[in-house]
Structure formats: structure tokens, C-alpha cells
T-cell receptor, first 113, second 118 residues
Framework: SQKIEQNSEALNIQEGKTATLTCNYT??????LQWYRQDPGRGPVFLLL?????KEKRKERLKVTFDTTLKQSLFHITASQPADSATYLC????????????FGGGTRLMVKP | GAVVSQHPSRVICKSGTSVKIECRSL??????MFWYRQFPKQSLMLMAT?????????EQGVEKDKFLINHASLTLSTLTVTSAHPEDSSFYIC??????????????FGPGTRLTVT
């Protein structure tokens, strides 16, 4: 069966450290993988998109890797700040005409000052 | 750019009544709009996909007669929860996509609507 797995346990790190979140998938062949941030009671906010032929993508303090052999994406936040505390969702896009996304369960990140 | 609004942000209704939620793309035309439902501490579950001027495509297990979707224009989609029951209480979120195949793939989400059915 198809699965998108993110660590359901909260990730607690100290301010200034690098946070690394994992997204593993099974029985998908995504053309794109996306990461979103969601704050409590709010809609998700798009962060980064990485294509199947890209290994790494960066945006300011964010870095995403995509390994289609391992079927895994890693999401890094460097020099983390308390304001980075949120739930981070990965989403797969199978390059369907309708732009449909399937979301993982999300990982809650807590950055402590 | 790429702002999506939803109205209302919160609604409380009595069991058996209907509730309409609006989703608008404010500064772009949305080729496709999506409706999701999210229960506490769970991820987003896609309910349906709608394209302007055509019938919505519902995900398996979502009753199309209960969750009516109208996508009247490239900037407005509505979700009506008909004959609401307490188990329909949830956080409903819409999103909009700018482009089709090969174009912009990210989705822009509204702030969500908290529905409570008493």
C-alpha cells in the first residue's frame, strides 16, 4: 500500500542548531516533492518544491534533499530559531494533470531558546 | 502574491443544518481548487478537486451529495456541508493552484474554517 511517513514524535532542538526532518514514502513515484509549514489553526504555507531529477534545493536557511532510490526526502533548517517552531508537512505530487498532492502526517518542530 | 482567503473562519451550526464555506484566490486565477479536511493532530485529507466550470472530482469515501462543491469562477469555489452532523466537525481548508501540467505545482492554502456541529 502507499505510505508517506514522517516522524510523528515532536523534534525538540536548541536554538541555533540545525533541524533535520525526514519524509519516507512507499509505492509512490513522485515527480515532485513539496514541503509545507503549518502553524496551529492555520492553513499550510508552501516552502520548497524539489523535482525528481534534483538532488538538493536551497532557500535561505532551508535545504531539501530528494533521494528517489532511498525514497526519502530530508528537510533541514539551519541556525534554527524559536519562530521556526511549527509542524512541517511533506507532500508528494505524482505529476498528475490535476496537481493533486498527498500529504504526510507532519512532524512538529520545537525550537527552544 | 498568491493569497487565498476563506470565509467564515469559524462557524457553529446545529445538527441538520447546512453550512457554506467560501474560498477565494485574491490575486491570481486558480486553475484548480482543492478542499481538504483535517482532524486534530492528523494530516490533511483531500476531499475533492474542482476545476472552474466542471464537476468536482471527489476522493473515495467522500459523499458528493453531502459535500457540495461549486467552482463558479477562476477565483471562487464553495463547499456546502449539507445536513451537518457532529461527526462533520473538523477543520476545512481550501487551496488553489495556479498552473496545470508542467507549470506551477505548489498549492496556496486558505487560513481554514473551523466547523463545529452541535
Amino acid at each position: 500500500s502507499q505510505k508517506i511517513e514522517q516522524n510523528s514524535e515532536a523534534l525538540n532542538i536548541q536554538e541555533g542548531k540545525t533541524a533535520t526532518l525526514t519524509c519516507n514514502y512507499t509505492n509512490y513515484s513522485p515527480a515532485y516533492l513539496q514541503w509545507y509549514r503549518q502553524d496551529p489553526g492555520r492553513g499550510p504555507v508552501f516552502l520548497l518544491l524539489i523535482r525528481e531529477n534534483e538532488k538538493e534545493k536551497r532557500k535561505e536557511r532551508l535545504k531539501v534533499t530528494f533521494d528517489t532510490t532511498l525514497k526519502q526526502s530530508l528537510f533541514h533548517i539551519t541556525a534554527s530559531q524559536p519562530a521556526d517552531s511549527a509542524t512541517y508537512l511533506c507532500a508528494l505530487d505524482n505529476n498528475n494533470a490535476g496537481n493533486m498532492l498527498t500529504f504526510g502526517g507532519g512532524t512538529r518542530l520545537m525550537v527552544k531558546p | 502574491g498568491a493569497v487565498v482567503s476563506q470565509h467564515p473562519s469559524r462557524v457553529i451550526c446545529k445538527s441538520g443544518t447546512s453550512v457554506k464555506i467560501e474560498c477565494r484566490s485574491l490575486d491570481f486565477q486558480a486553475t484548480t481548487m482543492f478542499w481538504y479536511r483535517q482532524f486534530p493532530k492528523q494530516s490533511l485529507m483531500l476531499m475533492a478537486t474542482s476545476n472552474e466550470g466542471s464537476k468536482a472530482t471527489y476522493e473515495q469515501g467522500v459523499e458528493k451529495d453531502k459535500f457540495l462543491i461549486n467552482h463558479a469562477s477562476l477565483t471562487l469555489s464553495t463547499l456546502t456541508v449539507t445536513s451537518a452532523h457532529p461527526e462533520d466537525s473538523s477543520f476545512y481548508i481550501c487551496s488553489a493552484s495556479k498552473g496545470g501540467r508542467g507549470l506551477s505545482r505548489e498549492q496556496y492554502f486558505g487560513p481554514g474554517t473551523r466547523l463545529t456541529v452541535t
